[in-house]
T-cell receptor, first 109, second 114 residues
């Protein structure tokens, strides 16, 4: 079974609102990464959080990691139409980078 | 934008044809990967390489083969394409040997086998 699972599978919000996506995983990890994929394109790395970190920021992105609950969340603040994409978490706990199914985020104008 | 390129971007071919999907990167990365992704689904690792003359199979069984004769080039070949091979193929690279490092992705090749 897959290592990372995102929740929700799809999220639709109004421009300017905040979007929160969650990722749960099963085994211990060294780090967790979040990637974005625009429709029909490859993935773009957004942020990496190490297992000894609890929170990390990058611009409008905020990632948290709770290793006791084996979960992470990605918050995008003040969303924009350009944020419309699929967002994937990726974990390394199984000696390889394993991606979840992703959360499809739609920002409505 | 990462300096990793894939050609063709779209390919529609008939059953039984031999095809090669090209992937090149100009970042000097040692490690390269091929993933298969169906629409709206997760990525599955099908091949990877630690460097020149190194190729390994990923966790999803694939009838494709790969080669790594040059650091910058990691082509994927299907000897006889079938409709079940219809999917998107993503190439990626990273600059360290570990699995934990950032991967840089190409734009993908969307393959349709009729």
């Amino acid at each position: 079974s897959q290592q990372g699972e995102e929740d929700p599978q799809a999220l639709s919000i109004q421009e300017g609102e905040n979007a929160t996506m969650n990722c749960s995983y099963k085994t211990s990890i060294n780090n967790l990464q979040w990637y974005r994929q625009n429709s029909g394109r490859g993935l773009v790395h957004l942020i990496l959080i190490r297992s000894n970190e609890r929170e990390k920021h990058s611009g409008r992105l905020r990632v948290t990691l709770d290793t006791s609950k084996k979960s992470s969340s990605l918050l995008i603040t003040a969303s924009r139409a350009a944020d419309t994409a699929s967002y994937f978490c990726a974990t390394d706990g199984a000696q390889k980078l394993v991606f979840g199914q992703g959360t499809r985020l739609t920002i409505n104008p | 934008e990462a300096d990793i390129y894939q050609t063709p971007r779209y390919l529609v071919i008939g059953t039984g044809k031999k095809i090669t999907l090209e992937c090149s990167q100009t970042m000097g990365h040692d490690k390269m990967y091929w993933y298969q992704q169906d629409p709206g689904m997760e990525l599955h690792l099908i091949h990877y390489s630690y460097g020149v003359n190194s190729t390994e199979k990923g966790d999803l069984s694939s009838e494709s083969t790969v080669s790594r004769i040059r650091t910058e080039h990691f082509p994927l070949t299907l000897e006889s394409a079938r409709p079940s091979h219809t999917s998107q193929y993503l190439c990626a690279s990273s600059d360290r040997q570990g699995w934990t490092d950032t991967q840089y992705f190409g734009p993908g090749t969307r393959l349709t086998v009729l």
